[in-house]
């Protein structure tokens, strides 16, 4: 087996390429596994390697977050580009479809590098400690992967309560061809799989690495378990949502993680978008001007019109997109990334061009808070209105709005709606929209041309790539492709 070595650039590692001939000998950057986990450097480095497999740009360099969003009501494509999500806007792909293929192979070759570097490390000649570190960052590259899967290609968790196909379970590492076949696990099966490396991962993972870089671009314990909130909010399991979030959010302010990481609410929405190496950024990927996502993957290519990005997807300024909510007063800070340019509405959450200098968010604090206040709101008996659940929500929103006045929702349900349209203003753009409308057995809205997409239709999920079906016998495709 051969392993690739990665180089890494503010934590985010580009591959590099080698020639596999049979005559000639092994370069220098391509190693085999017993040199490539000889000593604690390159060992560091191959986990390395694992964020840059995360942040490709199938995945969180940003078109799995368009993916995820566009979907929704909240966005009108501008440029009919079957290269960049019209298909998945209008909800009319097939297996075939470029999206559809490239996402599962990228997700795919995330999770089996981390199946690679897990059995690497686990005989590593390194340090015990240190061992167990990285083997607990890979956890939670694959961990994340397989979620991200989840949320496009499965039924949701909630549909059947974990019974209908999920993906396809892959543990072990594959460095040669054999035998392809191999069924889809259930949606609890893959769940549980998600949530068991989160677990050993919170475990084993550093409570810090001591620098802000570092605590932003790798997972440390508090990534573990922030990433747990959102898995069970996902899987409706309110409690455990309320078990992992009471780790990191305090029952009052001030808001911030109680040990590990201080991983706080910041003051001033504004700065988020500025520094990435905040400490409301949990998890993020980075980018810089010679390690870019690439043209028509980051984020910033998306939602910006020339020339700072394609002008592919416009703002709904329509009901029912969010940006037409009057309740989402123009006093509030959030709206200050709303910008107007050739009579169209954009995010401008990511200004540069090509992303070249905005990292990727994967979690954040403010999400943390979101999914415990929903967790606590939903847990509550009867139709009462959790005290705690409703102090977080006014704590988000004054923070980007302190001049509005409390929340004071009638009852239970009214407080949900309004932490569910919170999460539509606070984490807008950021990778969402699918996954709060699947969860809660919602029909996708329409818009613009496009039709609502009800629970029951074919199109509510992804097909499973045709590439896969066509090494793969015993992988069944989703109904109706």
């Known amino acids: 087996m051969k392993l690739k070595i990665f180089s890494f650039v503010m934590l985010a590692a580009m591959a590099v390429g080698c020639s596999k001939e049979k005559l000639e000998p092994i370069p220098q950057t391509a190693l085999s596994d017993a040199v490539a986990f000889s000593d604690s450097s390159r060992s560091v480095q191959q986990v390395f390697g694992l964020y840059s497999s995360l942040k490709a740009g199938q995945m969180y360099a940003g078109r799995y977050q368009v993916y995820q969003d566009v979907r929704g009501e909240e966005f009108i494509n501008r440029t009919n580009n079957a290269v960049t999500a019209w298909l998945t806007w209008q909800f009319n792909l097939t297996a075939s479809a470029n999206e559809v293929q490239n996402l599962w192979a990228a997700g795919y070759a995330a999770i089996n590098r981390c199946n690679v570097v897990i059995n690497g490390l686990n005989t590593a000649p390194i340090n015990a400690t240190l061992k167990r570190n990285l083997i607990a960052e890979a956890k939670v590259v694959r961990a994340t992967a397989y979620f991200m899967l989840m949320q496009l290609y499965a039924r949701p968790y909630t549909d059947g309560n974990g019974t209908k196909l999920g993906v396809i379970l892959k543990l072990n590492p594959e460095t040669s061809s054999g035998d392809n076949n191999q069924a889809r696990a259930t949606a609890a099966e ?61 029952t009052a302010a001030p808001w911030r993680a109680p040990s590990g990481v201080a991983n706080e609410l910041l003051p001033n929405y504004g700065t988020i978008f500025t520094n990435y190496t905040n400490s409301e950024m949990i998890l993020s990927m980075p980018f810089t001007a010679l390690d870019v996502p690439g043209t028509q993957n980051g984020l910033g290519w998306y939602y910006n019109p020339g020339p700072n990005g394609g002008g592919e997807f416009a703002l709904n300024t329509t009901a029912p997109g969010i940006a037409a909510n009057t309740g989402w007063r123009t006093s509030d800070a959030r709206r200050n990334f709303l910008v107007v340019s050739g009579g169209q509405t954009w995010l401008s959450k990511w200004p540069n061009p090509n992303n070249a200098a905005d990292p990727s968010p994967v979690i954040r604090y403010a999400e943390v808070m979101l999914n415990l206040a929903e967790a606590l709101a939903r847990n509550a008996a009867g139709t009462s209105v959790d005290a705690r659940a409703l102090a977080i929500l006014n704590a988000v929103r004054k923070r980007a709005d302190p001049t509005i006045t409390d929340f004071a929702p009638a009852d239970k349900n009214a407080l949900i709606d309004l932490i569910l349209t919170e999460r539509r203003i606070e984490l807008l753009g950021e990778g969402f929209r699918t996954s709060d409308i699947a969860r809660t057995n919602q029909t996708f809205p329409a ?22 079906l066509l090494v793969n016998k015993a992988c069944q495709q989703n109904p109706g492709y």
């Open 447 to 468: 818009k613009g041309p496009v039709g609502a997409v009800a629970p029951s239709a074919d199109q509510y999920i992804w097909p499973i790539s045709i590439a896969e």
């Open 190 to 250: 893959v769940y549980a799989q998600i949530i068991k490396d989160l677990n050993e991962a919170e475990a084993d993972l550093p409570a810090t690495y001591g620098g802000a870089a570092a605590n932003t671009n790798r997972a440390h314990r508090n990534t573990a378990i922030a990433l747990k909130t959102r898995v069970y909010l996902n899987m409706g399991q309110w409690a455990n949502v309320i078990t992992e979030g009471n780790k990191l959010v305090p």
